[in-house]
């Protein structure tokens, strides 16, 4: 299968933690990234992490992945209202020699000052 | 900034028409990659060029058809317009055709057919 799935919403306290969460479907999936896109805009990748990682953090930001459950989580520290976007997780796996990627169907993340 | 310039930013046209999207990748990136972005479907890839030659097909419909020229800029030419094709087009690039590449994406042409 090739599903990649989020909640469609979620919606944090300036200054909490937001945790976006995705699930998908292939095992055989290399890297698995999350790109936000504020309105009007285009695709801004944030980071990304290896399939054989299970964490990774970046400043305000912490990926975990759970191989097992496939399941990829976004954690956003110290949310702030510039933080509001839509986030989209993405897949990526090798198909017949090239690189194809699958985009979630996007969590759209709402910081109430 | 991605480095990504796709262009224009916004088109109008009517349904039957034909338009040409342009891509130009960031400096020394050999793969362009273009997306469509709608209401109804979500972000879905559409095709993938490396150094000239296309790589992989997605969910592109034979409207659509692209191409990568030598200085490795991209085109993608949509035809026969429909209401349904409206959309946010993206195009992105990267180094190689690895798997192990990232993505950069431009801002995006939005493309309304009335």
Redesign the interface.
């Known amino acids: 299968g090739e599903d990649v799935e989020q909640s469609l919403f979620l919606s944090v306290r300036e200054g909490d933690s937001s945790v976006i969460n995705c699930t998908y479907t292939d095992s055989s999936s290399?890297?698995l990234?999350w790109?936000k896109q504020e309105p009007g805009?285009?695709?801004?990748?944030l980071t990304?992490i290896f399939s054989n990682m299970d964490m990774k953090q970046d400043q305000r930001l912490t990926v975990l992945l759970n191989k097992k459950d496939k399941h990829l989580s976004l954690r956003i520290a110290d949310t702030q209202t510039g933080d509001s976007a839509i986030y989209?997780c993405?897949e990526?796996?090798?198909?017949?020699g090239?690189?194809?990627?699958?985009?979630g169907?996007?969590t759209k993340l709402q910081v109430i000052p | 900034d991605s480095g990504v310039t796709q262009t224009p930013k916004h088109l109008i046209t009517a349904t039957g028409q034909r338009v040409t999207l342009r891509c130009s990748p960031r400096s020394g990136d050999l793969s362009v990659y273009w997306y469509q972005q709608s209401l109804d479907q979500g972000l879905q890839f559409l095709i993938h060029y490396y150094n000239g030659e296309e790589r992989a097909k997605g969910n592109i419909l034979e409207r659509f058809s692209a191409q990568q020229f030598p200085d490795l800029h991209s085109e993608l030419n949509l035809s026969s317009l429909e209401l349904g094709d409206s959309a946010l087009y993206f195009c992105a690039s990267s180094e190689s055709s690895h798997n192990t590449d990232t993505q950069y994406f431009g801002p995006g042409t939005r493309l309304t057919v009335l």
Not at chain 1, 41 to 45: D, R, S, V
Not at chain 1, 92 to 96: E, L
């Open positions: 290399t890297y990234y790109y805009a285009g695709l801004q990748l990304y989209f993405a990526t796996r090798n198909s017949g090239y690189q194809k990627v699958t985009f169907t996007g």
